[in-house]
């Protein structure tokens, strides 16, 4: 989530009066950093996950299953228990958006080791041991993305209205055609912003109060990691896609399948002039996306030609950063972000050491949340240029959300090894990114996709190889493909990218176990591709639609509910098979390692 400090926070007004000095420290804090770090390179690979989580309780005599806001408490039983007594403590617990939410990752970022892969999901096992000894009776935590049934107050303010959420409803036999709501105790609002055909919601926290997987890697240097930056935003689609797990919303199964857009629109803090409704007077900008969106822009040079969606950036601030030596792709994507307010400040952090100190450049980019962001180190540290991979829902066990951080770790080897380039316009990656929450996208869709991805030359990295000559794309150079194609190939159209994992993977030195782990990870992400196995999101739509209470009506009850939570919950805990979600086999593993490991 991000900038979730602790102190005297400000009011909406104060933190506006402050707007304009947290963005210039930011920028001069950006400046000191880039200054002091951008040569800085031969930092090896690391790198690590994020998993989100709800706590829940089960209420079994009544058939109830609520979220419990004790994720403060248990956040501080847990830090007390771990990295407050050892340094080198396993896990680490951060806060969520939610009070109902917490955050999990490992204490110390993995390394460019294979075996290290063979480790992930022993850590994700002891998160969620640890988590759950600490809970009290009845009570779970759950890695569900969004939790079915029926949460800021900065948002609003700077919007001047409710944020307006409207997510299509998946229309069974039963549902009333066309499905209309109405609002007991409505002060209009609703009447006025709800649409026929749609499940409403207006508060931010049906949004941000979802869980997601996310994944952040240190790069060699501030150029690969430009590089990555590009190259991964185009397979975000994909992975969310394949990963999707959030089909239902305020008790209602939706016709969408992943949280993206709902969390979009649960935090577009835009005002009706920057949205375009009204012309403008008090603000500066339209702006075409909410604070939670996909990329705008591409950061390496081979990226500029496909760069073809209109930048809103603050023109000063770009001046500025030009003026101080920074290159255009850099200086713009920093003015895109800075177009924004700060939607939080503490009266203890307003006055800072640029030289030493970056939270107000960290305010802004932190509350930018999109598909992946460009990390600078923070000053005075180890730590390298970086970035972080956002688009995947939460998976329900250990062993898929392992499956899932593998394989996007893997695809930056190779993306690295083989010099690949899977750039295409970044108006194509938008197009994709709405195709991949649509229901089922994951068989039903089709992506733009770049066909030949080899095309890359010797130096990609540093320069662009021969994708850069010429200007302006080809529109030849990629075309729709379903995930099955990308992920998998297709003879004589794409090879695919489980198949070029695999003879990535054949060339390396890994231990048997090891092996074994990642080719079960492959595994279940070939058969998502191919619809072999089901996605989450498809299985929670089965489980639904066969649950003796449903009533093909879309609308899903408390004890619906309960049932598929409880079910989510004893798949999680290895006490339910599910064959059509994990098949059969290859998602045994045991824990503790005996080989591989380091
Ligand atoms: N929960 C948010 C999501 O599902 C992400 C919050 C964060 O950036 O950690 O995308
Ligand atoms: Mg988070």
């Known amino acids: 989530m991000g900038l979730l400090s602790q102190g005297s926070p400000l009011s909406w007004e104060e933190t506006r009066r402050h707007a304009e000095h947290v963005r210039k420290h930011g920028i001069l804090q950006f400046l000191h950093i880039y200054r002091a770090l951008r040569d800085r390179h031969k930092d090896v690979l690391k790198w690590g996950d994020e998993v989100e989580y709800m706590l829940v309780k089960f209420d079994h005599e009544n058939k109830k299953v609520r979220l419990v806001l004790c994720g403060e408490e248990v956040l501080q039983t847990l830090q007390d228990k771990g990295e407050k007594v050892n ?15 917490i955050e999990g990752t490992p204490g110390q970022p993995y390394g460019g080791t294979m075996s290290e892969f063979n480790t ?53 036999k039963n549902t009333p055609s066309p499905f209309i709501e109405t609002f007991p ?48 935003a185009t397979i975000c689609p994909i992975v969310m896609a394949l990963s999707a797990a959030s089909p239902f919303y305020r008790g209602y199964v939706s016709d969408i399948d992943c949280r993206w857009g709902v969390i979009s629109a649960s ?59 920074i290159d255009h792709l850099l200086a713009q994507h920093i003015a895109h972000l800075f177009i924004r307010d700060p939607l939080t400040l503490f009266e203890e952090k307003i006055h800072l050491d640029d030289a030493n100190e970056s939270d107000h450049f960290e305010n802004i980019q932190s509350t930018n949340w999109q598909t992946m962001r460009f990390k600078p180190p923070p000053p005075n540290s180890d730590i390298g240029w970086r970035v972080e991979f956002r688009p995947m829902e939460v998976q329900l066990t250990d062993f898929e959300n392992s499956a899932y951080v593998v394989f996007v770790v893997l695809l930056t080897r190779v993306i690295l090894s083989y010099k690949l380039d899977f750039l295409i316009p970044l ?172």
């Open 120 to 172: 992930v999901q022993d850590n994700m096992r002891k998160r969620r041991q640890e988590a759950a000894s600490v809970l009290k009776e009845n009570e779970a935590v759950c890695t569900v993305t969004s939790f079915p049934s029926t949460l800021t107050r900065n948002i609003r303010h700077r919007r001047g209205e409710k944020v307006v959420i409207n997510v299509p409803i998946f229309k069974d």
């Open 267 to 325: 935090v577009d803090d835009r005002t009706r002039e920057e949205r375009g409704l009204e012309p403008l007077k008090n603000n500066h900008y339209r702006i075409s996306k909410s604070r939670y969106d996909s990329i705008d822009s591409y950061l390496s040079e081979c990226g500029e030609k496909y760069n073809d969606i209109d930048l809103t950036i603050d023109k000063d601030i770009y001046e500025h950063l030009i003026k101080e030596g």
């Open 427 to 598: 108006s194509k990656v938008d197009e994709n990114m709405k195709m991949a929450q649509k229901r089922d996208a994951v068989r039903q869709g089709m992506f733009y996709f770049r066909k030949d991805i080899c095309k890359g030359g010797n130096a990609v990295v540093d320069g662009c190889g021969s994708a850069q000559n010429g200007t302006g794309t080809d529109a030849e150079e990629y075309t729709l493909m379903s995930i099955d194609t990308i992920i998998n190939g297709k003879e004589g159209v794409f090879p695919g990218l489980i198949p070029i994992l695999n003879s990535y993977l054949e060339n390396m030195e890994v231990d048997v176990d090891t092996r074994c782990t990642i080719l079960n990870y492959l595994k279940l992400i070939k058969k998502r591709a191919s619809g072999e196995l089901m996605t989450v999101a498809r299985w929670m739509r089965e489980f639904i639609a066969q649950h003796p209470d449903y009533k093909q009506d879309s609308v899903i009850t408390d004890e619906m509910n309960y049932s598929l939570i409880w079910k989510c919950n004893q798949i999680a805990q290895g006490q339910a098979e599910c064959p059509e979600l994990l098949g059969v086999g290859f998602n045994k593993k045991q824990s503790g390692n005996k080989t591989g490991s380091l």
């Open 87 to 101: 340094p080198n403590h396993p896990t680490l617990w951060r806060p969520e958006y939610g009070s109902y939410m």
């Open 185 to 232: 105790n409505d002060d209009g609002e609703a009447a006025k912003a709800a649409k026929p055909d749609y499940i409403y919601m207006d508060a931010m926290g049906f949004g941000m109060g979802n869980c997601c997987l996310q994944v952040t890697f240190q790069a060699c240097s501030i150029s690969e990691a430009r590089y990555l930056y590009d190259q991964l």
